[in-house]
């Protein structure tokens, strides 16, 4: 049985920066490609990375700069660092698991619904 749980969300002022954190069991992330997405309030999942067995990384085309996806092997962890945070970045972000490829390039894909899994998600909420 999958288990995915987030956290190190929380509230933050506009500038900020904040670690995510996302603790597997039942799982291992080298297995397939794993990410994170997020959903802002009132609106849609938006995909921002995804990592590969090899530690290749994926970023979705608006998520370039402020956002960096890691792993630690050995805690069997996946990480997103944010920086410099906007209010625009508010909402709930969810690690995900079991992601599919980009048929084009073999790629992760950071969509989504391209994942299995995920996990409930941790709230992060940036103020002005």
């Known amino acids: 049985h999958v288990q995915l749980v987030e956290s190190g969300g929380g509230s933050v002022q506009a500038g900020g920066s904040l670690r995510l954190s996302c603790a597997a069991s039942g799982y291992t992330f080298r297995s397939y490609c794993a990410g994170w997405y997020r959903q802002p309030p009132g609106g849609i999942h938006e995909g921002i990375a995804a990592i590969d067995r090899d530690g290749t990384t994926q970023y979705a085309d608006s998520m370039e700069g402020r956002f960096t996806i890691s792993e630690d092997k050995a805690k069997n962890t996946l990480y997103l660092q944010i920086n410099d945070l906007k209010p625009e970045d508010s909402g709930k972000y969810y690690c995900?698991?079991?992601?599919?490829?980009?048929?084009?390039?073999?790629?992760?894909?950071?969509?989504?619904?391209?994942?299995?899994?995920r996990g409930r998600g941790t709230q992060v909420t940036v103020s002005s």
């Open positions: 995900a698991a079991e992601g599919a490829r980009q048929s084009r390039d073999g790629k992760c894909s950071t969509h989504p619904p391209a994942f299995g899994v």
